[in-house]
């Protein structure tokens, strides 16, 4: 599976921005897909999660700013991101684990290339 991240960019705080991960191939519908983050320095964190039932899963920080979505016909994993704060500054990545739900950086099948989202205050 490759995995093709776009739509970062640079906002204002409390604006949105969607961004959107492409996938390869035809079996999608069989991944859990998520979207994680990584601060200059640092390790990547979990920021979201959706399963292949379509549940859903985020860090305590974006809950009820973020939210994640998939459309298997589109081969498409996308993360809304709502009232932006800087602190949501950095590169994100998607990632895909076959047959269960990725929340873990280290259990990842797949990551995309990583898309920058900056946010100004």
């Known amino acids: 599976v490759q995995l093709q991240a776009s739509g970062g960019g640079l906002v204002q705080a409390g604006d949105s921005l969607r961004i959107s991960c492409a996938a390869s191939?035809?079996?999608?519908?069989?991944?859990?897909m998520g979207w994680f983050r990584q601060y200059p320095g640092q390790e990547r964190e979990f920021v979201a999660a959706?399963?292949?039932?379509?549940?859903?899963y985020y860090r305590d920080s974006v809950k009820g700013r973020f939210t994640i979505s998939r459309d298997n016909a589109k081969n498409t994993v996308y993360l809304q991101m709502n009232s932006l704060k800087p602190e949501d500054t950095a590169v994100y990545y998607c990632?895909?684990?076959?047959?269960?739900?990725?929340?873990?950086?280290?259990?990842?099948?797949?990551w995309g290339q990583g898309t920058l989202v900056t946010v100004s205050s």
């Open positions: 990632a895909a684990k076959r047959w269960a739900i990725v929340q873990v950086a280290a259990a990842v099948d797949y």
């Open positions: 191939g035809r079996t999608f519908s069989t991944y859990g």
């Open positions: 959706i399963s292949l039932s379509g549940n859903t």
